[in-house]
């Protein structure tokens, strides 16, 4: 049998955060209907952040209300603060997910807080998520490269993930925001924090800016990891990382891993037909 490979699809979120023109919460919910339909066991669904700062996402709840809920599937959310986690529970979010930097210029300019302070904010998040057994998944950005900072210090990605894991998440979630990562800063950076994270809890999140997500794909497998962020269609960016392109596209990244002979357990056709939705939802089309 071929080894697994879960692709966790993040367009929804990551994919149309980025996005100038709105995009009506009924068209997000038939792109994740579609997504349900084409196999994958975790979808970003949306987020609950200031919609003064991220006005795409601030419909989520609505998405969230609005979808059919496939029963192997989860429905997950990012939450920056105790006001997002009261809104995604409210949502029935099935996770959620924090998120912090590695480089304090991105975290300033992504949610107006240092690390330390980022990471206090999400102890209480974690502790009552464990209460009502919730998982939570953890992002680290700018893991080799920060729009404001420069390239990144391995052992800087290693703490924070760390800090996250130790505070109960269940993965971390490893980003090149920017898309600037290369095969040798990827894998010093995966040999660092892997000292920390065992291996079989991290996973890969690449922006496809520079066009190398794929190389550092294959990277982080030859590394261990198994699990990769994705959007279908390749969408989105960060609205606070200035020059992020899109996530490695879903559609590439199944196709890439197919020909290296992993499984994915995902649908080729309603892949397709999601990312052709996908790309129809970006603004000017
Ligand atoms: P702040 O301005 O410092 O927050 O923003 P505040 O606590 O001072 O509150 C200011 C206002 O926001 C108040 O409203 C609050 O009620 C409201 P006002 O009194 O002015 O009317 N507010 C909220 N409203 C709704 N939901 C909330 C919420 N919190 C406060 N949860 C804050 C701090 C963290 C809120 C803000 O910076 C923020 O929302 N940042 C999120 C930015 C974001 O979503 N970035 C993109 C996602 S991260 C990413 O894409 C990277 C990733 O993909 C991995 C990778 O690629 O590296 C995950
Ligand atoms: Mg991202």
Same mark, same amino acid.
């Given at each position: 049998?071929?080894?697994?490979?879960?692709?966790?699809?993040?367009?929804? &979120?990551?994919?149309?955060?980025?996005?100038?023109?709105?995009?009506?919460?009924?068209?997000?919910?038939?792109?994740?209907?579609?997504?349900?339909?084409?196999?994958?066991? &975790?979808?970003?669904?949306?987020?609950?952040?200031?919609?003064?700062?991220?006005?795409?996402?601030?419909? #989520?709840?609505?998405?969230?209300?609005?979808?059919?809920?496939?029963?192997?599937?989860?429905?997950?959310?990012?939450?920056?603060?105790?006001?997002?986690?009261?809104?995604?529970?409210?949502?029935?979010?099935?996770?959620?997910?924090?998120?912090?930097?590695? #480089?304090?210029?991105?975290?300033?300019?992504?949610?107006?807080?240092?690390?330390?302070?980022?990471?206090?904010?999400?102890? +209480?998040?974690?502790?009552?998520?464990?209460?009502?057994?919730?998982?939570?998944?953890?992002?680290?950005?700018?893991?080799?490269?920060? +729009?404001?900072?420069?390239?990144?210090?391995?052992?800087?990605?290693?703490?924070?993930?760390?800090?996250?894991?130790?505070?109960?998440?269940?993965?971390?979630?490893?980003?090149?925001?920017?898309?600037?990562?290369?095969?040798?800063?990827?894998?010093?950076?995966?040999?660092?924090?892997?000292?920390?994270?065992?291996? #079989?809890?991290?996973?890969?999140?690449?922006?496809?800016?520079?066009?190398?997500?794929?190389?550092?794909?294959?990277?982080?497998?030859?590394?261990?990891?198994?699990?990769?962020?994705?959007?279908?269609?390749?969408?989105?960016?960060?609205?606070?990382?200035?020059?992020?392109?899109?996530?490695?596209?879903?559609?590439?990244?199944?196709?890439?891993?197919?020909?290296?002979?992993?499984?994915?357990?995902?649908?080729?056709? &309603?892949?397709?037909?999601?990312?052709?939705?996908?790309?129809?939802? &970006?603004?000017?089309?």
């Amino acid at each position: 049998m071929s080894e697994q490979v879960e692709i966790f699809e993040v367009g929804p &979120r990551d994919g149309l955060q980025n996005e100038a023109k709105p995009i009506s919460a009924m068209d997000k919910i038939a792109l994740v209907n579609l997504l349900s339909e084409a196999g994958f066991r &975790r979808i970003e669904v949306g987020s609950f952040v200031s919609p003064k700062w991220v006005p795409q996402m601030a419909e #989520s709840d609505k998405v969230l209300a609005g979808i059919t809920r496939m029963p192997d599937v989860r429905y997950g959310a990012l939450v920056p603060n105790q006001m997002g986690f009261a809104a995604a529970l409210a949502a029935r979010a099935d996770e959620i997910a924090v998120f912090a930097s590695a #480089s304090e210029g991105f975290s300033k300019a992504n949610v107006n807080a240092t690390i330390a302070e980022s990471l206090d904010r999400f102890r +209480p998040i974690l502790e009552e998520a464990r209460h009502i057994d919730l998982p939570v998944r953890g992002y680290v950005s700018c893991v080799t490269d920060c +729009p404001y900072d420069g390239p990144v210090d391995p052992g800087a990605v290693a703490k924070v993930a760390d800090q996250l894991f130790a505070m109960g998440c269940y993965e971390i979630s490893l980003g090149d925001t920017i898309g600037k990562g290369r095969t040798d800063t990827v894998s010093k950076m995966l040999l660092t924090v892997r000292e920390h994270v065992p291996v #079989s809890r991290l996973a890969g999140h690449f922006h496809d800016t520079g066009g190398h997500a794929l190389e550092n794909v294959d990277c982080a497998l030859s590394l261990g990891v198994r699990v990769f962020d994705a959007a279908v269609g390749g969408l989105g960016g960060c609205p606070y990382a200035p020059g992020a392109a899109g996530n490695v596209a879903t559609e590439a990244l199944h196709a890439h891993l197919d020909r290296l002979g992993f499984a994915t357990g995902l649908h080729p056709d &309603r892949l397709a037909q999601a990312a052709d939705m996908a790309k129809s939802l &970006r603004a000017g089309d």
